[in-house]
Every structure is written in structure tokens, then in C-alpha cells.
């Protein structure tokens, strides 16, 4: 298994447009693999394949407290969606930023296992919120986008500043 390198806001490749997975082989698998040895390592709660470059329908994700229930979602489509919720969301390509995003509160999903099957979802709570923030990132959306302008600009200066922060100290140390 493989640590991918994942995509920070606001690398433009973050936008593109996942296409639809139509080849269910050994390599679909070791990619779903990867991703979710990354994000366990990040640590994260979800991980679509958008974010380490890879523009296809794809995402996994873990939302369990005990980090031992792997799902991996192919080609997703909502059915139905049922109300309201807000939670405080955050997102390994926007690291250290949070921020109140309203979703549906419950979802109906048709999609896909890894290796073809169709599978049908329920999901409420946070895994709810989550496969939305996936889905989204799969259309080359990014939870910062539900921001105001100002907000997100203020975001993107505070990651340059992070990441400026994190380059001399790894100069001061080398
Ligand atoms: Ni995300």
C-alpha cells in the first residue's frame, strides 16, 4: 500500500470534473486501497480520488469511531434527499480550516463497489455530510466554495502562510 500526495486548495487540479468508472480491475482496487491507507494516515474521515489527482468517480471513506469500517463508493448518484443539517466540516486539501456547511440531512445513494456490483445507501448524520463533501469534490467542488468570497480568500492566505511557515522550518532543520 501506497501513502498518495493529496491536493491542496487552491491547486486548480482540485476543479476538475471526475469521469464515471467503467474498468472494475486489479488497479481500481489497489487506487481504493491506497486512498484509504492516505487518508487513515492523513488521519481523515473520507477521501475522494479528486484530491490525489486521479479524475474519476471514486471515493472512500470511514466515519466509524473504531476506524475499522472501510466503504469504498463508485460512480455515486443521490436518489432522494430529506432535509436539513449543518456541521462543522473541515478537509484534508483545506488542512486546518473549518467551517459550518448546510447539507441534506438524509440521502439515498446509488452507486457502485469496487469491483462493479451495484449497491444501494441509506446514509443520515455525518455520513451523510461526508459523502456529500466527496461527492462534491468528484464535481471539483471544495467546501470552501460555500463560503462567502471574503471568507475563502481569507482561507487561501492562511494556507499560503501555513505552507510558507512549513517550508523555513523544514530549511531551519535540514
Ligand atoms: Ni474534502
Given at each position: 500500500?501506497?501513502?498518495?500526495?493529496?491536493?491542496?486548495?487552491?491547486?486548480?487540479?482540485?476543479?476538475?470534473?471526475?469521469?464515471?468508472?467503467?474498468?472494475?480491475?486489479?488497479?481500481?482496487?489497489?487506487?481504493?486501497?491506497d486512498m484509504?491507507?492516505?487518508?487513515?494516515?492523513a488521519p481523515?474521515?473520507?477521501?475522494?480520488?479528486?484530491?490525489?489527482?486521479?479524475?474519476?468517480?471514486?471515493?472512500?471513506?470511514?466515519?466509524?469511531?473504531?476506524?475499522?469500517?472501510?466503504?469504498?463508493?463508485?460512480?455515486?448518484?443521490?436518489?432522494?434527499?430529506?432535509?436539513?443539517?449543518?456541521?462543522?466540516?473541515?478537509?484534508?486539501?483545506?488542512?486546518?480550516?473549518?467551517?459550518?456547511?448546510?447539507?441534506?440531512?438524509?440521502?439515498?445513494?446509488?452507486?457502485?463497489?469496487?469491483?462493479?456490483?451495484?449497491?444501494?445507501?441509506?446514509?443520515?448524520?455525518?455520513?451523510?455530510?461526508?459523502?456529500?463533501?466527496?461527492?462534491?469534490?468528484?464535481?471539483?467542488?471544495?467546501?470552501?466554495?460555500?463560503?462567502?468570497?471574503?471568507?475563502?480568500?481569507?482561507?487561501?492566505?492562511?494556507?499560503?502562510?501555513?505552507?510558507?511557515?512549513?517550508?523555513?522550518?523544514?530549511?531551519?532543520?535540514?
Amino acid at each position: 500500500m501506497s501513502i498518495l500526495t493529496i491536493l491542496e486548495f487552491p491547486d486548480p487540479r482540485l476543479r476538475t470534473k471526475a469521469q464515471p468508472v467503467t474498468t472494475f480491475d486489479a488497479a481500481l482496487k489497489k487506487l481504493s486501497d491506497d486512498m484509504l491507507t492516505t487518508m487513515y494516515e492523513a488521519p481523515g474521515i473520507g477521501l475522494a480520488a479528486s484530491q490525489v489527482d486521479r479524475h474519476i468517480q471514486l471515493l472512500v471513506l470511514d466515519v466509524s469511531e473504531e476506524k475499522n469500517a472501510p466503504m469504498t463508493i463508485v460512480n455515486p448518484r443521490i436518489l432522494e434527499r430529506e432535509g436539513t443539517q449543518t456541521c462543522q466540516e473541515g478537509c484534508l486539501s483545506v488542512p486546518g480550516i473549518f467551517a459550518d456547511v448546510d447539507r441534506s440531512d438524509r440521502i439515498r445513494l446509488a452507486a457502485q463497489d469496487v469491483a462493479g456490483n451495484p449497491i444501494e445507501l441509506e446514509a443520515d448524520g455525518l455520513l451523510a455530510v461526508c459523502i456529500q463533501h466527496e461527492m462534491d469534490h468528484l464535481i471539483g467542488k471544495l467546501f470552501v466554495d460555500y463560503l462567502s468570497p471574503l471568507k475563502r480568500d481569507m482561507v487561501r492566505k492562511k494556507l499560503e502562510k501555513q505552507r510558507r511557515h512549513a517550508e523555513s522550518s523544514a530549511t531551519a532543520s535540514a
